[in-house]
C-alpha cells in the first residue's frame, strides 16, 4: 500500500543546533503534506500546511522561523527545527494527501523523535 | 488548537472484553476518522466515516457517526493483547483541506 517515509525516526542534538526532518510519499505525489507534534501522552497538534511550491501555512503559535517547513517537490516535505532547545523535544509526525480518488485520504509518517540535550 | 474531547481517557480492560469509547465535539465535521497508535509510530487509521448516522465495521471494529455530525464513537469487540495502544478520533471539515482536527486519545491497556 501506500507508504510515507520519514527519516530520521530518531534524533538527538545538542541545544543551539538546526535538525532537519525530512517526509516522502513513496507512492504516490503529494500537493499538500502537513506537520504535526506530539508531546508524551498528548494529542497530536497540526503545526503547518505545506505546499508543494508555496510557503508553508502555520498554525497559530508557531514560529515559522523556528520551524522551517520546504515543500521542494511533489514527494519531498522536510521541516527545519533551527536552533533546537531542550522545549523543541517532542514526536515530530507528516502526513501527506494522496491524488484525488483514493479512498484514504490521508497517510501519516512513523514519525521522529527529537531530543535536545 | 482545536481538539476533540474524547473519552475515557484511559481502560484498562480483561483481555475478551468489549471496549468502547466516544469523541464529541463542539463543531461538526463531515468526517470523522479513528487511528490506533503504538509507542514510537505514527497513527494508523482503522475506520473512515462519511456520513451522518453511518454505522462501519472493520472486523472486530464498528464505528458510528453520529447523526449531529458532532460526535462518534469507536467499539472494539473481544479485545485481545495487540490491541494495546493509544486510540485517537479525528474530525474532516470538507474544504478544509484535509486539515485533521484530532481528538485527545484513549489509551487501551489490556489484561491478560
Known amino acids: 500500500g501506500a507508504v510515507v517515509s520519514q527519516h530520521p525516526s530518531r534524533v538527538i542534538c545538542k541545544s543551539g543546533t538546526s535538525v532537519k526532518i525530512e517526509c516522502r510519499s513513496l507512492?504516490?505525489?503529494?500537493?499538500?503534506m502537513f506537520w504535526y507534534r506530539q508531546f508524551p501522552k498528548q494529542s497530536l497538534m497540526l503545526m503547518a500546511t505545506?505546499?508543494?511550491?508555496?510557503?508553508?501555512?502555520?498554525e497559530q503559535g508557531v514560529e515559522k522561523d523556528k520551524f522551517l517547513i520546504n515543500h521542494a517537490s511533489l514527494t519531498l516535505s522536510t521541516l527545519t527545527v533551527t536552533s533546537a532547545h531542550p522545549e523543541d523535544s517532542s514526536f515530530y509526525i507528516c502526513?501527506?494527501?494522496?491524488?484525488?480518488?483514493?479512498?484514504?485520504?490521508?497517510?501519516f509518517g512513523s514519525g521522529t523523535q527529537l531530543s535536545v540535550l | 488548537g482545536q481538539q476533540l474531547n474524547q473519552s475515557p481517557q484511559s481502560m484498562f480492560i480483561q483481555e475478551g472484553e468489549d471496549v468502547s469509547m466516544n469523541c464529541t465535539s463542539s463543531?461538526?465535521?463531515?468526517?470523522w476518522l479513528w487511528y490506533k497508535q503504538d509507542p514510537g509510530e505514527g497513527p494508523v487509521l482503522l475506520i473512515a466515516?462519511?456520513?451522518?448516522?453511518e454505522l462501519t465495521s472493520n472486523g472486530r471494529l464498528t464505528a458510528q457517526f453520529g447523526i449531529t455530525r458532532k460526535d462518534s464513537f469507536l467499539n472494539i469487540s473481544a479485545s485481545i493483547p495487540s490491541d494495546v495502544g493509544i486510540y485517537f478520533c479525528?474530525?474532516?471539515?470538507?474544504?478544509?483541506?484535509?486539515?485533521?482536527?484530532f481528538g485527545t486519545g484513549t489509551q487501551l491497556k489490556v489484561e491478560l
Open positions: 507512492d504516490f505525489q503529494a500537493t499538500t
Open positions: 502526513s501527506a494527501t494522496p491524488p484525488a480518488g483514493w479512498d484514504e485520504k490521508l497517510f
Open positions: 479525528a474530525g474532516l471539515l470538507t474544504g478544509g483541506g484535509n486539515k485533521l482536527t
Open positions: 505545506s505546499n508543494e511550491g508555496s510557503k508553508a501555512t502555520y
Open positions: 466515516l462519511y456520513k451522518a448516522g
Open positions: 463543531s461538526i465535521f463531515n468526517t
